[in-house]
């Protein structure tokens, strides 16, 4: 009797070990056939799963931004103390991630980032999480510090 495969569940198991091999190896060090073995199957096995990197990317963009969605806010805890909460977990892999988003999107336009679906699924959980903790009218503002000061803290060595 053949072998019955929930094919979503799959794909979303080989997306989960890719994610790591994305981190680790940056967009461009990362190929089909290197992300097939580090998983242990074949390219066109795969391939059959994805089509291309960019929809293996996609799927471990929302798989680890589905993952972020978590419980940054505290209803008993201040404004103050739930951006800290979300600072500290941005911080942690502050530095692999950008360096592997900046990978992604070397290359690319403008139009082309802003069309990207995986920057949008990136950046519309990361809105909606500081929407959260402060609202939609100081979402914006408060994300762009957020991040500038991770930025700053990363590029002084703090």
Do not use: W
Request: aromatic share 10%.
């Amino acid at each position: 009797m053949p072998k019955i495969v929930d094919h979503q569940a799959y794909s979303q198991q080989l997306a989960q070990g890719a994610a790591g091999y994305f981190s680790d190896h940056g967009y461009a060090g990362t190929s089909m056939r290197k992300v097939a073995q580090h998983l242990g199957l074949s390219k066109s096995a795969l391939y059959h799963y994805f089509a291309t990197k960019e929809d293996l990317f996609l799927t471990c963009t929302k798989q680890v931004m589905g993952a972020f969605d978590a419980d940054f806010t505290d209803p008993q805890a201040t404004e103050q103390e739930n951006l800290q909460r979300l600072t500290d977990a941005l911080r942690q892999d502050f530095a692999r991630e950008m360096a592997l988003i900046f990978d992604y999107l070397r290359g690319k336009t403008r139009p082309q980032i802003a069309e990207d679906e995986a920057m949008q699924v990136a950046m519309s959980t990361y809105r909606r999480v500081v929407t959260t903790i402060v609202g939609d009218q100081r979402a914006e503002e408060v994300l762009a510090g957020l991040l500038g000061t991770l930025m700053l803290d990363y590029l002084t060595g703090k």
